[in-house]
């Protein structure tokens, strides 16, 4: 993703990279806020606010600690997901700040596309849990946000080898990523767990 809107791609379009980047942010923060108000619409429906705090942090540690597994195939389990990406003919079609709203949009969905991580799941869950339109909407943007700014990664990129730079360094950074993201998971249900059992 962070290759199809660089300053290079943007100026072989003709479009302005930060016209694009910016559309892509307010998308981003727009898709989000939209997921996070809509799964805290339907836990507000369901009275997850008035659930007891321990109850809901004990939920939120079993969905990390599920994912955690699921993530890492445990037992020959898979993380459900659609296999589908942001449609990349777009950027021929449309102008850059059309695709950038859109492409950020639907990131921050964070389930329309390919769900590389259970943690996805688990924040729609907090929104949800929270049973609050405006903190789900909050910790939404906060998603939609932390999906976009490493676009701010490419700024820099105005030839092919400082693109082939990137994507290397990517790739080299992939792994560890993953190994960050499990391990914060499996904090972050240590956590819920104790303030539960507090």
Request: charged share 10%.
């Amino acid at each position: 993703m962070l290759a199809s809107i660089t300053p290079l791609g943007e100026r072989g379009r003709r479009s302005r990279w930060w016209l694009t980047v910016t559309a892509y942010l307010l998308g981003s923060i727009a898709g989000g806020a939209v997921a996070g108000g809509v799964a805290a619409a339907i836990g507000a429906a369901m009275g997850t606010g008035s659930w007891s705090t321990g109850f809901r942090l004990v939920s939120i540690a079993v969905a990390l600690l599920a994912g955690l597994a699921l993530d890492l195939q445990i037992a020959g389990s898979r993380l459900p997901t659609v296999h589908r990406q942001v449609d990349e003919q777009w950027r021929a079609r449309y102008r850059g700040w059309v695709w950038g709203i859109a492409f950020g949009f639907q990131l921050a969905l964070g389930v329309v596309t390919i769900v590389t991580t259970s943690m996805v799941y688990v924040t729609w869950l907090a929104a949800t849990l929270t049973g609050s339109v405006g903190a789900g909407a909050a910790i939404g943007v906060a998603f939609g946000l932390a999906r976009a700014v490493p676009i701010f990664a490419v700024a820099g990129v105005r030839s092919p080898a400082q693109l082939s730079g990137i994507d290397a360094g990517l790739r080299r950074f992939a792994a560890p990523a993953r190994g960050i993201t499990y391990a914060a998971g499996g904090t972050l249900a240590a956590v819920s767990m104790a303030g539960a059992v507090r």
